[in-house]
């Protein structure tokens, strides 16, 4: 059994709470939050369980063997550094760190301590997003060409980090589970319409080694709010609305076929041919992806192998962020990315 806490009760920690209380393999030892009115919901809702003020004390509880930081970002490094120091397995909130070098760190002391470090990225876990996974894996879409996003809706406005590391982290972290390759170099830009505040609009674009294309768009001043994904292939395509309640994913069989004409007249001319095929949407599995990832985890922990959200997917996603944020402050400089191959569970 897995003893597990909590650090945070705000807006995310509360779902982490009730699954590690449901999650067969854990048990909900801790809850921390310096809100007493936060602490006294737990008290009613899970008896027996202890409370803690002080994250720093809930982190040296020898009976905790595993720790979930749910608490914003700049957080993240001091509190996962001081849990792993102290002998325990790490859940940290998206994004994981405030910048790559505290992400390196961080999985630098997970190995050297022989623990387990995972983010959660929860859309990894969703069945939408497996089934994309799938789909790219097995080689029922063809060549990838592009990833397209939009992800808006009006607020929250953030006070510690700008729209893209609140709203396209996760496309990032989908993208680095569902695309063949990593990016090689990032163009951003952005602005903001709040005096003194952070960016809350933006736009970035990932470049390939490969004629592949990622674009994401995010927004916390849209009217409305949109969750639309396109994954696009040389077989098919995938259209993927996190906001439709049954018919998440679509597949549609349809393209282009490009032969160029060689005669020597019309070297240059392209004949372009359309395929316009069936629809349809696959049947996807309901189970909460919290409660998957959580299971995940666990089967991490018990036989000693490496999350698919693990530190290193994590320190590729800040990595994105951080070097988006630089080329938003450049007006759109695109910005090399430093080598990163896959890394695979």
């Known amino acids: ?18 699954n590690f209380a449901e999650t067969d393999g854990t048990r909900l030892a801790a809850v921390c939050d310096a809100r007493a009115e936060r602490l006294a ?55 994981m760190a405030m910048n790559v070098d505290q992400c390196a760190r961080m ?7 022989n623990r387990v470090l995972m983010v959660d990225h929860t859309f ?16 029922s879409l063809g060549d990838i060409y592009y990833y397209d996003s939009v992800r808006i809706n009006l607020g929250l406005f953030q006070h510690d980090v700008n729209v893209i590391w609140d709203l396209a982290v996760h496309d990032l972290a989908i993208m680095d589970f569902v695309m063949p390759e990593r ?15 952070n960016e809350n609009i933006g736009y970035l674009t990932m ?18 709010k949109v969750r639309s994904t396109l994954l696009g292939g040389s077989r098919k395509m995938v259209v993927y609305d ?10 549609y069989d349809r393209g282009i076929t490009v032969n160029p004409d060689t005669s020597a007249d019309k070297v240059y001319k392209l004949m372009v041919g359309y395929r316009s095929g069936d629809m349809w949407a696959p049947r996807l599995d309901t189970a909460e992806a919290l409660g998957v990832e959580i299971r995940h985890l666990v089967d991490c922990i018990e036989h000693g192998t490496r999350p698919i ?19 938003m402050k450049e007006q759109g400089q695109p910005i090399e990315l430093a080598a990163a191959g896959k890394v695979t569970a």
């Open 41 to 95: 919901l737990v008290e009613k809702r899970y008896p027996g369980t202890k409370t803690f003020r002080s994250w720093q004390e809930m982190v040296q509880d020898p009976s905790i063997d595993l720790v979930a930081v749910s608490t914003p970002v700049s957080t993240h490094f001091d509190m996962g550094m001081a849990a792993l120091r102290a002998g325990k397995h790490l859940l940290v909130e998206k994004p």
């Open 107 to 113: 999985v630098d002391e997970a190995a050297r301590r």
């Open 207 to 224: 470049f390939f080694n490969s004629k592949m294309i990622a674009h994401v768009h995010v927004n916390w001043l849209a009217p409305v």
């Open 309 to 327: 959200t693990g530190g290193e997917a994590g320190m590729e996603v800040v990595r994105i962020l951080e070097n988006g944020t630089r080329s």
């Open 242 to 251: 996190d906001l439709e309640p049954s018919e998440k994913i679509k597949i």
């Open 183 to 197: 990016p090689v170099a990032v163009s951003a830009t952005g602005i903001s319409h709040v005096p003194g505040g």
């Open 1 to 18: 059994m897995i003893n597990v806490g909590v650090i945070g009760y705000g807006y995310w920690g509360p779902n982490l709470v009730r």
């Open 124 to 139: 990894v876990y969703t069945p939408a997003v497996r089934k994309m996974h799938e789909l790219v894996s097995d080689g």
